[in-house]
């Protein structure tokens, strides 16, 4: 009976059959190829292509061009090259993105989990959440920058300040979803026979948390993860958009387009290249989360 | 029904207050006040007699709790008089704008109208759109139109309103100068040439809200009547010989239109925040633009109040979803 074995494919890992699945959804392979390509824009790019510093005299002609070979997205009302000044702001718009969902992952899977695991706590935490999700966010986001922008730029410096007190804010309030979807598993998780058996040979809550509950939530935390990149990225554009955001010497896409909408009439590249980046980011993201839906989805997969 | 709607109501208290806290509190932290907005030569006497005026130097609980008896009281007392021509609020102290000293509930009155007119008819707009492509999208299923609208919807999702807008002023307004770039306020509507002149200066704004929300809805709208498509009541309807449009449009529709009735009503709050981008960009005078202002202009009743205002469309709504729900759906009962 030892040669049929070999008859027989080696089994899929879930990786693979992950990928395979993700693979189908042509919109999450786009995704995940524009994405690629962005980030590549964002972090080789600035050592490819470095702007020629110009006297001041050469900076004050070479203002407001449009796109051409020496600036091939033209410059701005200071004469700063926009490719260079893009790429920087690209930076530091998908750096938000990624570090605002972290926080907002790490917050909602540890009150999710709570809630879930705890029933003492599970009414207040949920009644916590309901609030959160009931308070109006972009009036109280605008309202925590204009608050705490002076106070926090002057212990950390303008740049960082402005950084961590959005990748905060942006973190703070947008856990309350990641948190339901995590109760809601941990609800079912915990009841499963392997939960009960490792809590019949003592293990304490921590252990059963941390090795037999917390390894099964995390496909629908990525897939949340996933779409929580998108929702952070396009928060803070609205606040740079509003005026809100960060100091002018250290943009962001959402900034650059604000410092466009001035221009918007003579030159409308200076809008239309970041919001192409920030739309073209965020719908990547999208169909990236869309297909990991699909691919960490066992009723899907099987078929 | 009546039970659950009590308890639900009873329930909305304490989450109100508790909002109400955490925003006036938050909003009170902000650095400026009103005793620098006061020139340095009146006198210290004469300033602390402003300040008392104003109330601002009172303990924050204080505040607090004035501000909550002049929102929850005195603004709806003198809503009353207003329309009876009564006097029950007279010199009762208003909730008054750092900026304007003008009561911060004139000021929302006279800018809501604006904010109805262009969100309401983008958000009529929107569910207009998304309703007849959810539901062809569902019916035909995986073919051509289904997949353009997935893909509209996905692009709708991810295009935010403030990049849609300028696309549309720079395309519409500086390209092909159809649209006026910004909305003129005081533009009275009077004859046919002036609604024309309105409609035009309300595309923009309505197109850009409209279709944003288009997106989503007609999402659930399609998964909503995919759902609906392989009961066994469809099949009954099918085999007595009822035509395609009887099923599709009578059966299917109104039990698919459930959800979407209420999704339609909780989306209704988010509307008031999208409206602020959208405001702002246009130059439409509604209340988004109106918190705008107050913010970058420390004019923390103003604020306080707006947030406050958000805040209760978000409960309101969500409850006016859930009861929503209840009403229209018999497998639903809440007691």
Do not use: C
Not at chain 1, 15 to 37: E, I, N, Y
Not at chain 1, 269 to 283: N, Q, Y
Not at chain 2, 13 to 38: C, K, N, Q
Not at chain 2, 94 to 120: C, E, K, N, W
């Amino acid at each position: 009976m030892t040669d049929t074995n070999a008859a027989i494919a080696p089994p899929e890992t879930f990786r693979a059959a992950v990928w395979a699945q993700f693979r189908k959804h042509k919109g999450a392979m786009f995704g995940l190829v524009v994405l690629t390509l962005l980030v590549v824009f964002v972090v080789i790019g600035p050592m490819l292509w470095v702007p020629e510093k110009l006297k001041v005299v050469e900076a004050l002609k070479s203002k407001n061009l449009g796109p051409s070979l020496k600036f091939p997205m033209g410059t701005d009302q200071l004469g700063r090259d926009q490719l260079a000044r893009m790429m920087a702001a690209g930076k530091v718009s998908l750096a938000v993105g990624f570090v605002a969902m972290m926080i907002a992952i790490f917050l909602g899977t540890f009150v999710g989990v709570l809630a879930g695991y705890f029933k003492r706590l599970d009414g207040i935490l949920m009644r916590l959440t309901d609030m959160f999700l009931a308070l109006p966010l972009i009036p109280l986001l605008l309202v925590m920058v204009m608050l705490f922008r002076d106070k926090i730029a002057r212990v950390l410096g303008p740049e960082m300040g402005a950084f961590i007190l959005i990748v905060f804010a942006i973190g703070v309030t947008s856990w309350m979803h990641a948190a339901r979807i995590v109760r809601g598993e941990v609800l079912a998780l915990k009841e499963r026979e392997y939960v009960l058996a490792s809590r019949s040979i003592g293990a304490s809550p921590r252990r059963v948390i941390l090795r037999h509950i917390l390894p099964n939530v995390v496909s629908p935390v990525m897939v949340a993860a996933t779409l929580g990149v998108a929702e952070a990225i396009i928060t803070e554009s609205v606040l740079s958009f509003l005026g809100l955001g960060f100091p002018p010497d250290f943009p962001t896409w959402g900034r650059l387009l604000y410092e466009g909408l001035e221009y918007m009439q003579l030159y409308p590249e200076r809008v239309i290249f970041p919001g192409l980046a920030i739309s073209l980011t965020v719908l990547s993201v999208n169909y990236i989360g869309d297909g990991l839906r699909d691919a960490l989805d066992p009723r899907i997969r099987g078929r | 029904m009546l039970n659950y709607t009590l308890r639900r109501l009873l329930l909305a208290i304490p989450t109100l207050l508790l909002i109400s806290l955490v925003i006036f509190f938050l909003v009170d932290l902000a650095p400026g006040s009103p005793a620098s907005e006061i020139p340095l030569t009146v006198p210290a006497e004469v300033r602390m007699k402003i300040l008392e005026a104003l109330g601002v130097n009172e303990p924050v609980h204080v505040r607090y709790l004035l501000w909550l008896k002049q929102f929850f009281w005195v603004e709806p007392l003198n809503g009353f008089d207003a329309i009876f021509g009564t006097h029950y609020a007279d010199g009762m102290q208003r909730i008054i704008s750092y900026q304007s000293r003008a009561p911060v509930f004139g000021i929302i009155g006279d800018r809501i109208p604006q904010t109805l007119i262009v969100i309401g008819s983008a958000y009529f707009l929107g569910v207009v759109i998304a309703l007849p492509i959810g539901i062809y999208s569902a019916y035909r299923q995986y073919s051509i139109f289904d997949q353009l609208g997935t893909m509209f919807a996905m692009i709708g999702f991810s295009v935010p309103t403030f990049f849609t807008g300028t696309l549309f002023i720079i395309i519409f307004a500086v390209g092909l100068g159809w649209f006026p770039t910004k909305y003129d306020t005081t533009l009275d509507v009077t004859d046919w040439e002036s609604f024309l002149k309105q409609l035009r200066q309300m595309a923009m704004p309505v197109m850009v809200l409209g279709l944003a929300n288009a997106a989503s809805i007609s999402r659930y709208m399609r998964s909503s009547m995919l759902e609906n498509m392989g009961q066994d009541y469809v099949r009954t309807a099918r085999a007595k010989g009822m035509s395609e449009r009887t099923v599709v449009l009578k059966h299917v529709l109104r039990n698919s239109l459930i959800p979407v009735v209420t999704v339609i009503a909780l989306g209704i709050p988010s509307i008031f925040g999208g409206a602020i981008i959208t405001e702002n960009l246009f130059g439409v005078n509604g209340i988004g633009s109106a918190l705008i202002q107050a913010i970058h202009g420390n004019d923390l009743p103003m604020v306080q109040t707006l947030a406050f205002i958000f805040a209760i469309l978000i409960v309101t709504f969500n409850l006016v979803a859930d009861l929503l729900y209840g009403m229209l759906d018999p497998r639903i009962r809440y007691d």
